[in-house]
């Protein structure tokens, strides 16, 4: 089975920064094929896509609210996504979701995942 885990959220003060990974597992599931992005969910709000990367860490995308603040990346050998996340606001506050698409181009939407960790919470005091 597929299963992708996040670990790295916790309770900090604005202007923190804090590294959030994602580590991916299953005997067939080819990690270098799937684009992979990060989700989050604050309290009473939709989940919303906030960074996306596709095979090769040199090609990124970011929701505008994290531009210049976040940034996404993979190991492939690791299996592993990443999440850098600089200079935090309280609004950054949410479940920070990791995903992947069966495909390798990043879209925006989470219908378009097929697969989902459980989830990490980061809380940003302000």
């Known amino acids: 089975q597929v299963q992708l885990v996040e670990s790295g959220g916790g309770l900090l003060q604005a202007g923190d920064s804090l590294r959030l990974s994602c580590a991916a597992s299953g005997r067939t599931f080819d990690f270098s094929r799937h684009a992979m992005a990060w989700f989050r969910q604050a309290p009473g709000k939709e989940r919303d896509f906030v960074a996306g990367?596709?095979?090769?860490?040199?090609?990124?995308y970011y929701a505008n609210s994290v531009k210049g603040r976040f940034t996404i990346s993979r190991d492939n050998f690791k299996r592993t996504l990443y999440l850098q996340m600089n200079s935090l606001k309280a609004e950054d506050t949410a479940v920070y979701y990791c995903?992947?698409?069966?495909?390798?181009?990043?879209?925006?939407?989470?219908?378009?995942?097929?697969?989902w960790g459980q989830g990490t919470q980061v809380t940003v005091s302000s």
């Open positions: 990367v596709r095979w090769s860490s040199s090609t990124t």
């Open positions: 995903a992947a698409r069966s495909n390798t181009s990043v879209s925006r939407l989470g219908s378009d995942y097929n697969y």
